[in-house]
């Protein structure tokens, strides 16, 4: 076995990597950009080394960078994770002439199966179902327009070194297919460098159902079996599980042979995936499932095998890659009970699934899933931590394990709705809406379900009067007192808030909301100003809330409203001519303090140095002041916290 590996990622992957690499007393080397230094997978491995800026064409897909980074750690193998450089041949050569070993396929395996027209003639000659259609050299419009009217409509363009869903583009009418063409070619282009397509026929009630394999050295190669992934948007897998539901021992039979002869066909090695298409529209029938491509790499949705097999990939993964042979036989892989997973985005998914960027003010996860369930939260952040725009918005993946489908759904519903995320926007009830369809709960899926549920998946209710009087009350600092029968304690804690405003303001989508409080009443009631008065009583209930910067936000089982909370000194300075308080542009460490509480400060003059993303901020007085407050030096602190508050002035 290794001593020591590099990991040539990020995020989750990457923290799930380390685990398991700790566990068989393997040694690890992280790598980060500079939005990566402070990243949860560098605190948690045993090393870590710099590769570049934010962008990832200039960190993580640097293969020269990575490479050195293995050499100078004296890392004997790289392994790369899901995306970035992980189905890149190239790297895989150059990995190898380095004298290190890739944790993954051969670069031979990665090229017949990286481009999806050549991997299916591959297959096709293995005797592999593949998707009916055209994949031939071709690439004239005309040839193509008559090989979509051969194959019938509707057909599915489809970007020969595609991924991620881009580059696809299904028509249903001749008269749309130049422009679809035009427009799969430019995606294309854009994303691969490649503008080469294939037409598939659109499959009819079409369901995403993929196989894991594994082969080793020793030319074994085994399947631990099927993962429906039909619950997609926009091409991409949502939820993903694992049995399949509805799958009957013979479709099962007929589609890991097909798997494992897919993978014996290019002698694979190490983890893969054989993607299937499969027409439902009858049923699960041995018939009707046809090769799409092959993922030759760790899934992203490899959890859900490893719950129901009880195997850890990322282990078996090091052995096949140390020259050993694979743990176990077919014979002795078992299936257990059912999983799920759900991706966990920063994503609006009521605008069209836009992806978000924020800080992560406030992350919590639930301890467990319920009773008879286990489950498995497997995440990159921590709270604090930015979501930035230079990667995958993926915040967790939640994974669960239960006896039955039925159960297990349950319990990622219940895991769902313990999740608490503050700071950006996260689908999190758009999951768990889609956990409680009754469609999805039926087991009826199919890739289009999200879509033409679409409406119902992503409406937000609008927050009961109890609920906002809970904002409110968080808002105003007043729900921290404590709940005593001596008024004078709630007086006590009033005090110590000075200047509470007993009229708090909150803004929930572009509305304005008035609470008035009394700081006395310890039945915590709040009563709403409306156009006519102000509103009768509403107590505020206990709820599980959080308070960032400028912002309180109230969860409601999966769901979760945002209020902004605008500081009424702030809206002052933000008029007047000084700022009264400087906040941190960015989450980072307050690394030196040059000021403290009382001094007399001129303007222009450092009061403390912020260190964040690898680059040192200084913050400078905006004005002359007294200092009221100052952060500690060695605090961390997330973007918008208060770093430096200075003695009102009385402007008169
Ligand atoms: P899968 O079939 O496993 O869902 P995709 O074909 O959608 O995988 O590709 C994996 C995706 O993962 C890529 O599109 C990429 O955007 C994303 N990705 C790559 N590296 C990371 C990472 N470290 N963390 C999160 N996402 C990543
Ligand atoms: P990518 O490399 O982007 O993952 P795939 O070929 O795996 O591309 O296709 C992505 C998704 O598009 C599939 O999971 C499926 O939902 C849909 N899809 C692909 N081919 C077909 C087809 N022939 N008919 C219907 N849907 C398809
Ligand atoms: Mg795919």
């Not at 999805?440 to 379900?449: C, E």
Request: charged share 25%.
């Amino acid at each position: 076995m290794f001593q020591k590996i590099l990991i040539a990622n990020r995020g989750e992957i990457a923290c799930r990597i380390i685990r398991t690499a700790r566990r068989m007393g393997v040694r690890t080397v992280a790598v980060y950009s500079d939005a990566d230094a402070r990243a949860l997978h560098v605190e948690m491995a045993d090393e870590a080394i710099r590769i570049g800026p934010a962008p990832a064409a200039e960190s993580y897909l640097d293969a020269d960078r990575i490479i050195a980074a293995a050499k100078i750690t004296g890392a004997e193998a790289i392994h790369p994770g899901y995306g970035f450089l992980s189905e890149n041949p190239d790297f895989v050569d150059r990995v190898v002439a380095a004298e290190l070993t890739f944790i993954g396929p051969s670069a031979a395996s990665i090229r017949a199966m990286g481009l999806k027209d050549a991997a299916k003639r591959l297959m096709e000659g293995a005797g592999v179902p593949v998707v009916p259609g055209y994949h031939g050299e071709a690439q004239e419009i005309v040839v193509l327009a008559s090989k979509a009217r051969e194959i019938g409509y509707p057909v599915l363009i489809k970007a020969r070194a595609g991924g991620g869903g881009k580059g696809m583009r299904r028509v249903d009418d001749p008269d749309d297919f130049a422009e679809a063409l035009s427009g799969a070619r430019r995606e294309a282009k854009a994303a691969f460098g490649d503008d080469r397509v294939l037409v598939e026929k659109y499959v009819e009630k079409p369901r995403h159902i993929e196989v894991q394999v594994f082969g080793d050295d020793f030319g074994n190669a085994v399947h631990l079996y099927e993962r429906d992934c039909s619950a997609q948007r926009r091409h991409q897998k949502v939820i993903e599980e694992a049995p399949a539901p509805g799958m009957t021992e013979e479709m099962r039979t007929a589609m890991t042979e097909a798997a494992v002869t897919a993978a014996k066909a290019i002698a694979y090695s190490g983890a893969g995936t054989i993607e299937f298409i499969v027409d439902a529209s009858e049923g699960l029938r041995p018939d009707r499932f046809w090769f799409m491509e092959m993922n030759t790499r760790l899934q992203v949705e490899h959890p859900v095998t490893e719950m129901v097999t009880g195997i850890d990939l990322v282990e078996w993964q090091l052995r096949v890659a140390a020259g050993e042979r694979l743990p176990l036989t077919q014979d002795e892989i078992g299936l257990h009970g059912h999983a799920f997973e759900a991706r966990l985005y920063a994503e609006d998914a009521a605008r069209g699934f836009l992806p978000a960027t924020g800080t992560l003010h406030h992350l919590r996860f639930p301890a467990a899933s319920g009773a008879g369930t286990v489950l498995r939260v497997e995440t990159g952040v921590r709270e604090g931590d930015a979501i930035s725009p230079f990667y995958d918005p993926m915040i967790a993946k939640l994974v669960v394990h239960g006896p039955d489908r039925p159960a297990t759904l349950a319990a990622l519903g219940t895991a769902l709705d313990g999740t608490e995320v503050a700071g950006s926007t996260v689908n999190t009830a758009f999951l768990a809406a889609l956990a409680r369809d009754p469609s999805f709960a039926a087991g009826d899926v199919d890739t289009g379900l999200i879509g033409r549920r679409q409406e119902a998946l992503t409406a937000v209710p609008p927050p009961s009067e109890g609920l906002l009087a809970a904002a409110a009350l968080a808002a105003s600092g007043l729900d921290a007192l404590p709940a005593s029968d001596d008024p004078w304690a709630a007086l006590a804690g009033y005090a110590h808030f000075h200047a509470v405003p007993q009229r708090t303001v909150l803004i929930f989508a572009e509305h304005e909301i008035t609470a008035r409080i009394d700081p006395a009443d310890r039945q915590k009631q709040v009563r709403f100003e409306t156009a006519t008065g102000l509103s009768r009583p509403v107590k505020a209930p206990a709820a599980r809330l959080a308070l960032w910067p400028g912002h309180v936000t109230v969860f409601d089982g999966a769901a979760s409203y945002n209020f902004a909370v605008p500081d009424p000194l702030q809206s002052a300075n933000e008029a007047g001519a000084g700022a009264d308080s400087l906040r941190a542009p960015m989450p980072g460490l307050v690394k030196v303090v040059r000021a403290a509480k009382g001094n007399q400060v001129a303007k222009g003059q450092p009061l403390l140095i912020l260190e964040a993303m690898k680059m040192e901020h200084t913050i400078i007085a905006p004005h002359d002041g007294v200092i009221a407050d100052i952060a500690a030096e060695g605090s961390q602190v997330t973007d918008g916290a208060v770093l430096v508050r200075f003695v009102e002035e009385d402007k008169g």
